[in-house]
């Protein structure tokens, strides 16, 4: 792993494998890099691979002021362009990292080759906003432990964690964010709306529906494949976090799609 200062912020990545194409892997809320690292090496099998910690998450620099969607887009241009890579990527991502790559897409095209998003987190209900508000302030209250039991049975249920090494190591790192960082890309989640954003896609896209997913159901992620114009949907079983809780099966979707020309 490596750190860069790109855009005025800190960040861990991890660039590689030396495939002439790249495949950009942005993780979820609350999740880091290590979110990839059961299904990176299958993708580095076709391609290289960069993938990073988002600022506020993992080993990234912290944060402590309120952010945009446009702060997160920002600094993947400028790690972009600092490591170089000017031909258009691949782009992947769940939930709202699946939102970032929307973002990513529509208002750099000219960056973006394909994208594959998992359960996209792309706007938050307008009577759920106080819910969302409540939930931030918790957790900068008393910490993520409060809040642990009632997320993650939604957004990795049961019924995923046949393999209880993988679920147990999700759960601690889960528990290990900056409860402050947490609360701000949430803020910043509720603040966002990718709806109108979607007619901007041209790239060739995958939109995968979760059938475990309470958060972002199968028929949310299909009206998101329905608004970008040939967008392609398939629905799978997994979750709010594809990559972290079904690798493989995230991988064995993703692949072939980013693999064709």
């Known amino acids: 792993m490596e750190w860069i200062e790109v855009n005025g912020v800190g960040l861990r990545y991890e660039l590689a494998g030396s495939a002439a194409q790249t ?5 979820e809320l609350g999740g880091a890099l290590d979110s990839f690292d059961e299904s990176v090496s299958l993708f580095q099998q076709q391609f290289r691979t960069l993938r990073y910690d988002q600022r506020g998450f993992g080993h990234s620099e912290k944060i402590r002021r309120p952010i945009a969607m446009s702060d997160m887009v920002a600094d993947i241009i400028a790690l972009l362009d600092r490591l170089g890579i000017t031909t258009p990527v691949h782009a992947t991502g769940a939930g ?16 973006v080759a394909r994208i594959v998003i998992a359960s996209p987190a792309t706007y938050i209900p307008q009577e759920l906003h106080d819910r969302l508000v409540a939930r ?4 900068e209250r008393e910490g993520m432990r409060c809040f642990e039991e009632l997320s993650l049975s ?4 049961e019924v995923l964690r046949g393999n209880r090494e993988r679920f147990d190591k999700y759960r601690l790192r889960w528990i ?6 947490f609360a701000a890309i ?3 989640h509720m603040n966002t709306n990718l709806e109108p954003e979607l007619q901007n896609i041209r790239c060739p896209t995958l939109v995968i529906g979760c059938r475990h997913n309470e958060i972002r159901t199968p028929a949310m992620s299909r009206r998101v494949a329905d608004a970008i114009k040939g967008a392609r949907y398939v629905e799978v079983d997994s979750g709010h976090f594809m990559p972290a809780e079904t ?6 979707h993703a ?5 064709e020309t």
């Open 23 to 27: 495949v950009l892997l942005i993780h």
């Open 96 to 111: 709202v990292g699946a939102g970032i790559t929307i973002a990513l897409a529509a208002r750099h095209p000219e960056r």
């Open 136 to 139: 931030a302030a918790m957790v």
């Open 154 to 157: 939604l957004s990795y249920p």
């Open 176 to 181: 290990a964010n900056d409860p402050f960082c």
């Open 186 to 188: 949430n803020r910043m």
């Open 247 to 252: 690798p493989e099966l995230f991988a064995e």
């Open 255 to 259: 692949i072939p799609f980013l693999r």
